[in-house]
């Protein structure tokens, strides 16, 4: 079990839903090598671009990030996403506890439209993240 109990986190995942701040991401990273306790690390306002630079390619991290698009001429749509990171150098023990802990991590980072899993920061980019985002919507008429 993933240690999910840091009040920070909470506060971070608010902040981040909330329409009152600029907050658009919150990052988690484990307290260290061996531990199973989660920290919040970072959180920002410079979308996926920003959040990017801050995973670590050497670590599993989960990610929690505002998504804003247009969904067609008329509206604007605002979508959250959960990222899990496993950096490619992650130490296998860590990856194989991912699935587990997730579930821990769904527990505090509940309300999300779309699971990103990333290996590679490519897998960020914000424009196929915001087409599946579309086709999980439902709602386009715009034919994508």
Avoid at 23 to 47: I, M, N, P, V
Avoid at 52 to 58: A, G, M, N, P, Q
Avoid at 87 to 106: E, L, N, Q, T, W
Avoid at 137 to 144: H, K
């Amino acid at each position: 079990m993933a240690d999910v109990s840091d009040p920070k986190i909470d506060e971070a995942y608010q902040d981040v839903r909330s329409d009152k701040t600029e907050t658009s991401w919150l990052l988690l990273d484990y307290e260290s090598d061996r531990s199973d306790k989660l920290t919040l690390t970072a959180t920002g306002t410079g979308g996926l671009d920003e959040l990017r630079e801050r995973l670590d390619e050497s670590k599993a991290s989960y990610a929690y990030a505002r998504i804003r698009y247009s969904n067609d001429k008329e509206s604007q749509r605002e979508k959250f996403i959960l990222i899990i990171w496993i950096g490619p150098s992650c130490k296998v023990m860590r990856k194989a506890k991912i699935s587990v802990h997730s579930a821990d991590v769904k527990s505090v980072l509940r309300v999300f439209s779309l699971e990103v899993p990333a290996r590679e920061k490519d897998d960020l980019k914000e424009d196929p993240i915001v087409i599946k985002l579309r086709k999980a919507g439902g709602a386009s008429y715009d034919g994508i």
